[in-house]
Structures are given as structure tokens and as C-alpha cells.
Nanobody, 112 residues
Framework: QVQLVESGGGLGQPGGSLRLSCSTSGFTLGGYEVKWYRQATGKGREWVASISDTGSITRYADSVKGPFTISRDNFKNTVYLQMNSLKLEDTAQYYC?????WGQGTQVTVST
């Protein structure tokens, strides 16, 4: 069955970096758009970034445009979110979304 497993979250410092991974199984990743979302405590789920099936097209929410980079490796069935210049407001649970499936999320906490 389709499985999405996010990893790479943890504690980051303002201005620091983290790289999230979304490992997939149960289907062939190539050919499908992938999205990252995040949800801060007490807030709704927010779209962060998208990447097309081949990786040639990427889109970002204005709040992360520039510091964040989404990428994918279809051979490894994995999608990444490189998060640079972290801000306190980047603190959230981060989820990948593919084919109407959600992963369990990985927590990112940015703190001094």
C-alpha cells in the first residue's frame, strides 16, 4: 500500500538549516506531483511547496520563497525540503502529500 514517511525534523536555530525527507513506497513516485504542507499548533494546514513529476517546475508559498527548496529523486522514491534561514515561525509539523495520501509528519521546532 502507499506509504509516505517524513523524516529530518528536529530542533533548529534561527538562521539555521534542516533538510526534510519524504520517503515513499507502494507506488512509483515518478509521474506524480508532490507537495509539502505544514501545520503549526492551533493553526490550519498550510501549503509550503510543490514539485512537478519530473522536478522541472517548483512553486513556493510566499512565506518560504527563497530560503526553502523542494527537490526529488525519483530513483530513490524520495522528496526533499531543504529549509535554510530558519525562522521561529517555521515551527510546525511538516507533511508530504502525494496522490491524496498524507504522511505522519515530522516536527520542526525553531528556537534559540
Amino acid at each position: 500500500q502507499v506509504q509516505l514517511v517524513e523524516s529530518g525534523g528536529g530542533l533548529g536555530q534561527p538562521g539555521g538549516s534542516l533538510r526534510l525527507s519524504c520517503s515513499t513506497s507502494g507506488f512509483t513516485l515518478g509521474g506524480y506531483e508532490v507537495k509539502w504542507y505544514r501545520q503549526a499548533t492551533g493553526k490550519g494546514r498550510e501549503w509550503v511547496a510543490s514539485i512537478s513529476d519530473t522536478g522541472s517546475i517548483t512553486r513556493y508559498a510566499d512565506s518560504v520563497k527563497g530560503p526553502f527548496t523542494i527537490s526529488r529523486d525519483n530513483f530513490k522514491n524520495t522528496v526533499y525540503l531543504q529549509m535554510n534561514s530558519l525562522k521561529l515561525e517555521d515551527t510546525a509539523q511538516y507533511y508530504c502529500y502525494i496522490l491524496n495520501y498524507w504522511g505522519q509528519g515530522t516536527q520542526v521546532t525553531v528556537s534559540t
